[in-house]
């Protein structure tokens, strides 16, 4: 049977654990939303909550904001590099954010998830399909139109200069090739893993996120 001092000391002890823990943690006291997509390069974060763009800096202690600018497009769906500027997705369209924290173009047409190969941009937009631009690496940011895959589009993973993995849901794992963008070619069209909701390539690896399942291939042998 316990005493009274043995069940003082567990609540001490515990007391002790429980504030090292706490100062362990990083306070996020200045996010105060929902975090809709976010970007890490070091130690910089840009985070996406709602609307809002929120540029801060991490430390072992503490999160600093460093600035917070509203878009005005409706929620951020993600942000990822390219050619040293930064592409916003936002529900109404495509940003581009330069070092300065200005947007230094806008490109209309929103979606779920973005991916960039070499001057490429990928942005995936579900039942809309996937919309196939050209990065402006000169300074002005810009995005030229290339072509469109008409496709239902759940996640897609750029591979080599030409090709596209698209996980197309109910529609299976499908591999375009866009060497001439405006006019897509179907390579493969693999309807055995359904819903297809998540595709990534690493080298020779392909991952698919399908059902409740992950499957692994050899691009060389899907191809």
């Not at 429980?18 to 990083?26: C, G, H, K, N």
């Not at 924290?101 to 579900?126: E, P, W």
């Not at 070619?185 to 998540?198: C, E, G, I, M």
Request: charged share 15%; no cysteine.
């Amino acid at each position: 049977m316990e005493t009274i001092a043995s069940v003082g000391l567990r609540a001490i002890f515990l007391s002790i654990l429980l504030s090292l823990f706490a100062a362990r943690q990083t306070p996020d006291t200045a996010l105060n939303r929902p975090v809709t997509a976010l970007f890490v390069a070091g130690d910089h974060l840009l985070i996406g909550q709602g609307a809002a763009l929120v540029e801060a800096q991490i430390t072992p202690i503490a999160l600093t904001v460093i600035r917070t600018s509203d878009l005005q497009h409706g929620a951020i769906r993600a942000i990822t590099a390219i050619n040293g500027a930064i592409l916003i997705l936002s529900e109404d369209g495509l940003s581009t954010w330069d070092a300065s924290g200005a947007i230094s173009s806008f490109t209309a047409g929103g979606g779920q998830r973005i991916a960039t190969r070499d001057d490429r941009v990928y942005v995936a937009a579900l039942n809309a399909g996937v919309t196939i631009y050209r990065f402006d690496a000169s300074g002005a940011g810009k995005l030229k139109l290339l072509g469109h895959v008409d496709t239902s589009a759940e996640d897609i993973a750029p591979d080599g200069t030409n090709w596209l993995w698209v996980a197309s849901g109910a529609h299976g794992l499908r591999l375009y090739d866009l060497t001439d963008p405006a006019n897509p070619v179907v390579l493969s069209d693999n309807s055995s893993y359904v819903p297809a909701r998540l595709v990534r390539v690493s080298g020779t690896r392909l991952y698919l996120g399908y059902a409740n399942k992950l499957a692994v291939f050899d691009t060389v042998n899907v191809k």
